[in-house]
């Protein structure tokens, strides 16, 4: 069965910092991958979409690569900063979440 | 700015327990979603409506839950008898199939705690 994960429960980083975080998945070929970020208490907000004929999208601090060889996709934020606090979800086309990796910036 | 609205905030019941959640999606968007978020982890899609058609329930535990659209416009998703392990946030969420991005446009969650 297909399988969606991403790197890790947890990540810290320091402020001004780029921040990757790593989704993978397994026994599937997404036309596209989606991010999210989550805040505490609140439903996921739409961030970025990555379809598979793209490398590489860009939004203001943000950037996502599609490597569908490795069935990876990386997303970075740049300088980041503390209120990039939040937890981050990867997503496949068909609606299948990953756990979400929680990102802590410090000043 | 257009949200998805959803009620009630917080429910807490007993097991054995009816509940019911309410959500309306934004105006004209008309894929319609419920997703079940255990702490720590994603959300699980439960059931995806188009109008007022079910697409996916292949997650749904159709022998306590079971969701309607009936006008294509609002939903709802019922539990009974209510477990202990559904204690968990409910999420609704929409989408447009004109958009381009596919996003799914989410609600802020109905918080259920079964005793």
């Known amino acids: 069965s297909q399988k969606i994960e991403q790197n890790s429960e947890a990540l810290n980083i320091q402020e001004g910092k780029t921040a990757t975080l790593t989704c993978n998945y397994t026994?599937?070929?997404?036309?596209?991958l989606q991010w999210y970020r989550q805040d505490p208490g609140r439903g996921p907000v739409f961030l970025l979409l990555i379809r598979e004929n793209e490398k590489e999208k860009r939004k203001e601090r943000l950037k996502v690569t599609f490597d569908t060889t490795l069935k990876q996709s990386l997303f970075h934020i740049t300088a980041s900063q503390p209120a990039d606090s939040a937890t981050y979800l990867c997503a496949l086309e068909d609606m299948r979440f990953g756990a979400g990796t929680r990102l802590t910036v410090k000043p | 700015e257009a949200e998805v609205a959803q009620s009630p905030r917080y429910k807490i019941t007993e097991k054995s327990q009816a509940v019911a959640f309410w959500c309306d999606p934004i105006s004209g968007h008309a894929t319609l979603y419920w997703y079940r978020q255990i702490l720590g982890q994603g959300p699980e899609l439960l059931v995806q409506f188009q109008d007022e058609s079910v697409v996916d329930d292949s997650q749904l535990p159709k022998d306590r839950f079971s969701a309607e659209r009936l006008k294509g416009v609002d939903s709802t998703l019922k539990i009974q008898p209510a477990e202990l392990g559904d204690s968990a946030m409910y999420l609704c969420?929409?989408?447009?199939?004109?958009?381009?991005?596919?996003?799914?446009?989410f609600g802020p969650g109905t918080r259920l705690t079964v005793l």
């Open positions: 026994n599937y070929s997404p036309a596209y």
């Open positions: 969420a929409s989408s447009s199939l004109a958009g381009v991005n596919n996003e799914q446009f």
